[in-house]
């Protein structure tokens, strides 16, 4: 998931095709699509393991609502689904709809099967994973405590195997180069 999306983002940002300036500057902005792919996978990761606030769901509301005009949802939903990105983002366009008053397009899926019990973690959760005091093996090992603490987050929302996550995380930490 992880490596398609990075390649996948890399594609485009390379092409250049599809970037656009910032209105009277030189500014080279991403595609919208691109934009909202790495936000979503940004803040599923932080809500597996670490929690979301308010500000993840704001940012959404906000995007959302001034891009959803300009976004083929056909495509957007197709590359959700190949990044498993796909449940995830349908909550939380549930969420904005329902608790933060953002008209979605009939074309916007939604789910609020979840909705609640996912805003209600980002109001009441608080875990933390950074710690600037207690040390890597710390933040760590609250990483893989918190993954199993909120596995309803994997396996309800997400539908991510908790199992392929932390393999991932393991395998990710025993090849990367310690500073």
């Known amino acids: 998931m992880q490596k398609k999306l990075n390649a996948y983002m890399i594609a485009s940002l390379c092409d250049g095709s599809h970037l656009n300036k910032l209105i009277d500057t030189e500014i080279l902005l991403p595609p919208l699509e691109l934009e909202g792919l790495f ?33 083929d949802w056909e495509s957007f939903s197709k590359r959700c689904k190949e990044f498993g990105l796909y449940h995830f983002v349908v909550v939380l366009n549930a ?36 710690s600037k005091n207690k040390g890597r093996w710390y933040e760590r ?29 393991i395998w990710g930490f025993l090849l990367k180069e310690e500073d």
Not at 42 to 70: C, K, P, T
């Open 141 to 169: 090992f609250r990483l893989i405590s918190n993954a199993f603490k909120y596995s309803w987050k994997f396996r309800d929302v997400v539908h991510y195997s908790i199992w392929e996550y932390l393999w991932n995380y």
């Open 95 to 130: 969420i904005v709809e329902k608790y933060f008053g953002v008209v979605l397009k009939d074309i916007i899926e939604r789910d609020s099967t979840f909705s609640e019990k996912v805003i209600l973690s980002a109001l009441l959760e608080d875990s933390p994973i950074c």
């Open 39 to 71: 936000m979503l996978y940004h803040s599923q990761m932080h809500f597996l393991v670490e929690g979301i606030s308010l500000r993840h769901y704001v940012d959404w509301a906000f995007w959302i609502r001034s891009n959803q005009s300009h976004i």
